[in-house]
């Protein structure tokens, strides 16, 4: 079983950056496939960002540019760093882990979830 907790969100206002944290537990977190997912009220969860086990990473098309994701295997930390954010982004953030390879960007890929940290952003 792996846990996740994120930790990291709160009220920016529009062009401010934070960073969320997702902290794992178990013993091979370093083998998994690591996601940021968000939701929004009233919309559906969506991919955001994801970095596999080597270090590669996805990106949505709405965040490239402007977040970046990376993780510390030491740690078994997962970070999402988001710059000049926009009132679109404003949604609940997930962290997600997956044991096995698969698409970074579909929600049925990964088999644990955090609770999520809510982030604002005001114009």
């Known amino acids: 079983q792996v846990q996740l907790v994120e930790s990291g969100g709160g009220l920016v206002q529009a062009g401010g950056s934070l960073r969320l944290s997702c902290k794992a537990s178990g013993d091979t977190f370093s083998s998994y496939l690591m996601g940021w997912f968000r939701q929004a009220p009233g919309k559906q969860r969506e991919p955001v960002a994801g970095?596999?086990?080597?270090?590669?990473?996805y990106y949505a098309d709405s965040v490239k540019g402007r977040f970046s994701i990376s993780r510390d295997n030491a740690k078994k930390m997962v970070y999402l760093q988001m710059n000049i954010l926009k009132p679109e982004d404003t949604a609940v953030y997930y962290c997600?882990?997956?044991?096995?390879?698969?698409?970074?960007?579909?929600?049925?890929?990964?088999?644990?979830w955090g609770q999520g940290t809510q982030v604002t952003v005001s114009s």
């Open positions: 970095i596999s086990h080597v270090g590669n990473t």
């Open positions: 997600a882990a997956a044991r096995s390879r698969g698409s970074a960007s579909s929600s049925t890929t990964y088999d644990y």
